[in-house]
C-alpha cells in the first residue's frame, strides 16, 4: 500500500515503541530542503529554529517515551549533501533522534540492504523508493512480508556503526 500526505504522516505518528529508519543513498534530492541546502554550502551555516516540525516531532515522540532513531551508511569522501545533512543531524539529535553512521569506505560488505527503509515497532515495514538522483518515488508499506529480515538488518546495522557525534568527532581529527 502506498503511503502518502497525511496517511503516511498518520501511519508514522501512530508507531508505539520505536521507529527505525536505515538510509543508504549518498544523497536525496528533496523539493524542500533545495534552499536550504543550496544557502548551507553557500555559507557554511544551517540554521534551523526550533519549531521545526521536524523536531517538534521528534521531541514528542521521545517525550511520550518512544525511540526514534537512524542508521546512515556512508563512504568517504563525503558528498556534499551528506555534509549538509550531517548539520541537519546536529539538530535532530539535540531534540532526540538517535542518528548513528556506519562507514563502509574500508570495510567489507556488511550484508545490509541497499534499499532504504522505515522500520516501525519491529512489526511494520515502509520502504522507500528513490530514482537514481536521489528523488523519493513513494512509500510502500510492505503487506505479508516477512519481518524477520529487516529486524535483523536493524540490529546489524545498530551494532556496526557508530553514534552520529562520535563519527563526526573523527572526520574533524
Given at each position: 500500500?502506498?503511503?502518502?500526505?497525511?496517511?503516511?504522516?498518520?501511519?508514522?505518528?501512530?508507531?508505539?515503541?520505536?521507529?527505525?529508519?536505515?538510509?543508504?543513498?549518498?544523497?536525496?534530492?528533496?523539493?524542500?530542503?533545495?534552499?536550504?541546502?543550496?544557502?548551507?554550502?553557500?555559507?557554511?551555516?544551517?540554521?534551523?529554529?526550533?519549531?521545526?516540525?521536524?523536531?517538534?516531532?521528534?521531541?514528542?515522540?521521545?517525550?511520550?517515551?518512544?525511540?526514534?532513531?537512524?542508521?546512515?551508511?556512508?563512504?568517504?569522501?563525503?558528498?556534499?549533501?551528506?555534509?549538509?545533512?550531517?548539520?541537519?543531524?546536529?539538530?535532530?539529535?539535540?531534540?532526540?533522534?538517535?542518528?548513528?553512521?556506519?562507514?563502509?569506505?574500508?570495510?567489507?560488505?556488511?550484508?545490509?540492504?541497499?534499499?532504504?527503509?522505515?522500520?516501525?515497532?519491529?512489526?511494520?515495514?515502509?520502504?522507500?523508493?528513490?530514482?537514481?538522483?536521489?528523488?523519493?518515488?513513494?512509500?510502500?508499506?510492505?503487506?505479508?512480508?516477512?519481518?524477520?529480515?529487516?529486524?535483523?538488518?536493524?540490529h546489524l546495522a545498530l551494532e556496526l556503526s557508530v553514534p552520529f557525534r562520535e563519527y563526526e568527532a573523527t572526520c574533524r581529527a
Amino acid at each position: 500500500m502506498r503511503l502518502d500526505g497525511d496517511g503516511w504522516r498518520n501511519f508514522f505518528d501512530s508507531y508505539r515503541r520505536d521507529a527505525f529508519r536505515l538510509e543508504t543513498l549518498p544523497s536525496y534530492d528533496v523539493a524542500g530542503e533545495r534552499d536550504e541546502y543550496n544557502a548551507f554550502h553557500a555559507t557554511g551555516e544551517l540554521f534551523i529554529p526550533p519549531d521545526d516540525p521536524w523536531l517538534t516531532r521528534v521531541r514528542r515522540f521521545r517525550e511520550s517515551g518512544r525511540w526514534i532513531g537512524r542508521v546512515h551508511i556512508v563512504t568517504r569522501p563525503l558528498s556534499d549533501y551528506l555534509r549538509y545533512e550531517f548539520a541537519v543531524y546536529r539538530h535532530t539529535v539535540d531534540a532526540g533522534e538517535d542518528v548513528r553512521i556506519l562507514d563502509v569506505t574500508d570495510r567489507p560488505d556488511p550484508g545490509l540492504p541497499d534499499q532504504d527503509f522505515w522500520l516501525f515497532d519491529e512489526a511494520a515495514v515502509v520502504r522507500m523508493d528513490y530514482d537514481a538522483q536521489g528523488r523519493q518515488l513513494g512509500r510502500e508499506l510492505l503487506e505479508d512480508v516477512d519481518v524477520a529480515p529487516y529486524v535483523a538488518w536493524k540490529h546489524l546495522a545498530l551494532e556496526l556503526s557508530v553514534p552520529f557525534r562520535e563519527y563526526e568527532a573523527t572526520c574533524r581529527a
